[in-house]
């Protein structure tokens, strides 16, 4: 209760101040200042004000907030409706009718019909999800201009993500809680249509709420923070999960972050602190995959002792990443 938010500057474990009272949520450092940062507390107690938000409008206790991922300046907070920024938060304008479906009560402290996550497509910024506790997904490819309710083929459930592909804007992931209910459903679906139509890929993963997702560009490779730990799986096998890392308690993780340049990822728990894992180090996320017919790689010589030369040929402009190993790893 009331804990805020806390941080530290190096990733030690005894070097952490605080920065925000209240019960902390979504914190953001600004990736073009680590210098400034923008936290907040419950129902969008956001340090940058809600200039220009509607009074009469519901927040999550924990409301979702987002930077474009272009634009440090140009921000997204979900309430039932959905708010931009163009000046870092400083100033708001409603870009959304309610996106909600407007189930459950909504009176304080307990506040449903609001939106629980938000993402802005890396490929196509036009492209918005949003997803709420009340079980709705919508999408917007105008920026908010018109939205559509892509919602059918979904458990009725609390959305805890929408996450869309980096290089697909119309490729998208969603992860729902609904421990409650105790019915053995799937926790995730996929999309590759812009949520036209929804595919069950929870496979082998346990019946327990799944409350953050990742796509990783680099090795192709999808995480998962669960009420368990964390699991991973291979986009060309998606609906084969696996434990991953050792180390991380059977705790509740409610936050995952990737860092590219040291391809790090790092997991918050609710209870047992944070922890972080190289993913460097795991060799188990590197696999073949189903390349397309029209893709040719040439490696030569193969074999290769000192120098290699690898020719990709494709018939457009994709995103590829190569490692070359050893028998040491």
């Known amino acids: ?135 709705n997904v919508q999408m917007t490819t105008d920026e908010g201009q018109s939205w559509t309710d892509v919602s059918a083929g979904l458990p009725l459930r609390w959305v805890t993500r929408v996450a869309a592909d980096p290089r697909n804007a119309m490729d998208v992931y969603v992860s729902l809680s609904g421990y409650r209910y105790h019915d053995n459903m799937s926790h995730v679906y996929h999309s590759d249509n812009g949520g036209q139509t929804w595919i069950d890929i929870g496979g082998n993963l346990p019946d327990v709420p799944v409350n953050d997702l990742i796509v990783d560009t680099l090795t192709n490779t999808i995480y998962v923070g669960t009420d368990i730990g964390v699991y991973f799986s291979h986009i060309a096998t998606v609906t084969n999960w696996s434990l991953l890392g050792a180390g991380l308690p059977l705790a509740p993780v409610t936050d995952l972050r990737l860092h590219y340049p040291t391809h790090k990822l790092v997991a918050a728990t609710y209870g047992r602190s944070m922890y972080s894992l190289d993913l460097n180090t795991m060799s188990g996320l590197q696999t073949n995959y189903n390349l397309p017919k029209s893709l040719v790689v040439n490696v030569n010589p193969n074999p290769v002792h000192e120098q290699l030369t690898v ?15 050893d028998i040491n790893g």
Not at 10 to 38: A, H
Not at 62 to 73: A, V
Not at 311 to 325: E, M, R
């Open 1 to 135: 209760q009331d804990n805020g938010v806390i941080t530290t500057l190096t990733g030690n474990t005894n070097d952490w101040f605080s920065i925000w009272g209240g019960d902390g949520f979504v914190v953001l450092v600004d990736p073009n200042n680590p210098g400034s940062w923008i936290a907040e507390s419950q129902y969008a107690g956001i340090s940058t004000g809600l200039t220009g938000v509607d009074p009469n409008h519901k927040f999550n206790w924990n409301t979702p907030f987002i930077f474009n991922p272009h634009n440090s300046q140009s921000m997204y907070i979900g309430a039932n409706h959905l708010y931009k920024s163009h000046d870092q938060g400083f100033n708001w304008f409603e870009i959304s009718p309610d996106l909600t479906k407007g189930i459950g009560p909504s009176q304080y402290p307990i506040v449903y019909a609001t939106i629980t996550t938000v993402d802005v497509a890396a490929s196509d910024t036009n492209v918005i999800y949003v997803g709420t506790d009340d079980g």
């Open 311 to 325: 020719s990709i040929y494709a018939p457009a402009n994709i995103l590829s990443a190569i490692k070359v190993y």
